[in-house]
């Protein structure tokens, strides 16, 4: 399965280049994406005109122009399923990546989408089959919905529930942390470190 790394910000706090460890996060993310056993190489999706610098720390950039992630998404749409994750997640599990891409293989839903118990949807961690997902963006948009969050709802998707997951393996629930400022970079530096001690990083 192809793994896709949103790294195209819209907010002033995404900086997909902040230093963990000495290392872009966006870098982080892709190693740990790619330590799914499921996934065969990923591509990153960037702003244009931020290409040069991200052709420093990712594979495989895909430059694009646009005004939000859903439509840099749309304009990098790849033509097989992919595992979409944000480029800021560097404590993703491959745990969850296999699991994922396991369940879209064994049922082949349109989407395979995380959810928490209080119904919000972990949509920056899904698998997703790119037509539909075209599709559901043009309905949402029809519809005046601008949010991926909202996207999504209209896709015939299969809900896994992160708190059933979190009882089979805990260290899940540490896919879903995003890097944002210098306290999320303590913590992220401290988890990897233990992490690494135990044997389960890169």
């Known amino acids: 399965m192809l793994g896709v790394i949103m790294a195209f910000p819209e907010k002033r706090w995404e900086n997909y280049t902040i230093p963990v460890n000495d290392k872009p996060v966006v870098k982080l993310t892709e190693k740990r994406l790619l330590m799914g056993k499921r996934i065969e190489r990923a591509i990153t999706i960037v702003r244009r005109d931020k290409l040069k610098t991200y052709s420093l720390h990712v594979s495989n950039p895909i430059p694009v122009s646009a005004r939000n992630k859903i439509e840099a998404l749309l304009k990098a749409l790849p033509d097989e399923p992919f595992f979409l994750v944000e480029g800021n997640m560097p404590l993703l599990m491959p745990f969850l990546v296999n699991y994922l891409a396991g369940l879209y293989y064994e049922n082949e839903p349109e989407a395979v989408i995380p959810v928490w118990r209080d119904g919000s949807r972990e949509v920056f961690h899904a698998v997703y089959e790119p037509e539909p997902l075209?599709?559901?963006?043009?309905?949402?948009?029809?519809?005046?919905?601008?949010?991926?969050?909202?996207?999504?709802?209209?896709?015939?998707?299969?809900?896994?529930?992160?708190?059933?997951?979190a009882k089979r393996n805990p260290k899940v629930t540490l896919s879903f942390f995003r890097v944002k400022s210098s306290l999320d970079i303590a913590f992220a530096e401290k988890t990897m470190a233990e992490l690494k001690t135990r044997g389960e990083l890169f």
Do not use: M, P, T
């Open 134 to 165: 075209r599709d559901a963006v043009e309905s949402a948009f029809a519809e005046g919905y601008k949010s991926f969050s909202r996207v999504v709802e209209f896709l015939d998707y299969e809900a896994v529930s992160i708190e059933e997951l």
